[in-house]
């Protein structure tokens, strides 16, 4: 190394280490809730939250150094942003520190290996106190002390301690050392990323008894596991699949009356398109305490037309080979579906969450009749639950012919095989089903009981009626090439 550039790396060191040194002897000062002025929480859906917490302080000019108090345990420290808000660029940051280690008997003991600590005995006869010093030789698994000559494993009494370790804290920290070139009150926000904070979206709906209108209430469930309580704050979520870059430090929890005709649905939170997202803001405060579960009302709306369906879904195996019965008493399922549009009382983007559905039984009581999971739902769209398996509704299915006819110079396989479905209707009251079944390569449908139309491509679907307490038989013959 040429000695011109050594004695300007020395240099550098020099300045460095005198830096740090002069930083290292600034008295701290500890900002608190105490003079918090406002906090902004961004909740995203994957367990993330932008946190913005707005302080007025009182900073000395020059160097200073600020331990930024009740922030979340979970902070992201890459992401921290300090910045003046009164006097933008006359704060700035050149160091910063994330401590996390909280004060615990156990940690305050760890950070005392290779100190000397104060043991207090009393004795159980006279109640008398003895005082001996002990140095701590490790504390992992139970302690161990070194008193006198002799070592001794386990806590034979008290032990004082002559302080608590800067390092250690009894509520998450973010120590900062800042260069204040304005005024010495200044209002400071500090942004961060944080992982602990996450928000579900969970909705109710009652059917009305002729089971074609529906109410439907949503409520956000926000959960607080960040370790930081975030008093009166400004409450926005975010609706939608942001991407991250990982690895990512994240935690691995009476029928209401019917609308008038077009009414709109009621939102208690206001939205917005956010990017490709959408997002949604509380219009009041609300605090968002440590470990903490907490519901607010997202939207309510009344008399949504509702679409109920029976579905017999079938398979495309057998239409290659023989199988004989195909199944007896096979389950039909049960579909209910609304469409998201302001021509039906709602008609705006609705959060991915579970929506619960309940029905009034005759005495009044509503009682729960299935759920199911729907993604994020634009407006315009349809909403489709699967409630569960028709109880009074099934069908028997069986074979009765296949064939495996001979190739053509286009097509190396044709067969040709016929069908059987008895659908059984024990209610009082007749009942729709849908038969859906999924044909493979070229098909072609060459008699039937009951005409089909083409659901896509590769499907076939009937609406066959089932008279009360009776059944109705689907036939049906079919060519498939492949």
């Known amino acids: 190394m040429h000695r011109p550039l050594r004695n300007s790396l020395f240099t550098l060191t020099l300045i460095a280490g005198a830096t740090g040194l002069a930083y290292a002897q600034v008295e701290e000062q500890r900002s608190t809730l105490a003079d918090q002025q406002e906090v902004a929480v961004t909740i995203y859906n994957e367990n993330l939250a932008l946190v913005k917490d707005q302080r007025k302080l009182q900073l000395k000019r020059g160097a200073s150094s600020l331990a930024f108090r009740d922030v979340s345990a979970r902070m992201r420290p890459e992401t921290a942003l300090m910045r003046s808000t009164s006097a933008p660029g006359s704060v700035s940051v050149l160091e910063q520190n994330f401590d996390f280690d909280l004060l615990t008997p156990q940690k305050l003991l760890e950070k005392y290996v290779g100190r000397s600590v104060s043991i207090i005995r009393t004795n159980t006869a006279t109640g008398q106190e003895t005082t001996e010093q002990a140095l701590v030789l490790s504390a992992n698994d139970g302690v161990v002390l070194k008193i006198g000559n002799r070592i001794e494993t386990g806590i034979p009494g008290r032990i004082i301690y002559g302080d608590v370790p800067p390092n250690l804290r009894d509520r998450p920290t973010l120590v900062m050392a800042l260069d204040n070139s304005g005024a010495q009150q200044q209002d400071l926000e500090l942004s961060y990323l944080t992982g602990g904070l996450a928000w579900k979206a969970d909705y109710v709906v009652e059917l009305n008894p002729a089971e074609d209108k529906l109410d439907i209430s949503g409520w956000v469930t926000l959960t607080n596991t960040s370790g930081a309580t975030y008093r009166n704050a400004k409450l ?21 009356a019917a609308a008038a005709p077009m009414a709109k649905a009621k939102m208690d939170m206001a939205e917005e398109s956010l990017f490709e997202y959408h997002l949604y803001t509380l219009t009041r405060p609300t605090t968002i305490a440590e470990n903490q579960t907490k519901q607010v009302s997202l939207l309510s709306a009344s008399g949504v037309p509702v679409r109920k369906e029976l579905l017999l879904k079938g398979n495309d195996y057998y239409y290659q080979s023989s199988y004989g019965d195909l199944g007896q008493k096979l389950k039909v399922g049960v579909f209910v579906e609304f469409d998201n549009k302001e021509a039906s009382q709602l008609g705006m983007p609705l959060p991915k969450g579970i929506i619960r559905v309940y029905k009034k039984d005759r005495s009044g009581n509503a009682q729960f009749i299935g759920e199911d999971k729907v993604d994020h739902t634009p407006k315009n769209e349809t909403v ?4 569960g398996d ?8 069986k074979q009765t012919d296949f064939k495996k006819l001979s190739s053509t110079s286009k097509y190396n396989y044709v067969f040709e095989s016929a069908y059987e479905i008895v659908l059984k209707n024990a209610k009082k009251e007749p009942v729709v089903v849908t038969v859906q079944e999924p044909m493979p390569g070229d098909w072609q449908v060459q008699s039937e009981s009951h005409p089909h139309t083409k659901g896509s491509s590769n499907t076939a679907v009937w609406k066959i009626t089932v008279p009360a307490e009776g059944n109705t038989k689907l036939v049906y013959r079919s060519l498939v090439r492949y």
Not at 236 to 254: E, I, K, S, T, W
Not at 384 to 387: E, S, T
């Open 384 to 387: 489709r639950l699967k409630l």
């Open 390 to 397: 028709a109880f009074d509704v099934t069908a028997d299915k």
């Open 236 to 256: 926005q979520l975010v609706a939608g699949d942001v991407n991250q870059v990982a690895p990512q430090m994240m935690a691995r929890g009476g029928i209401m």
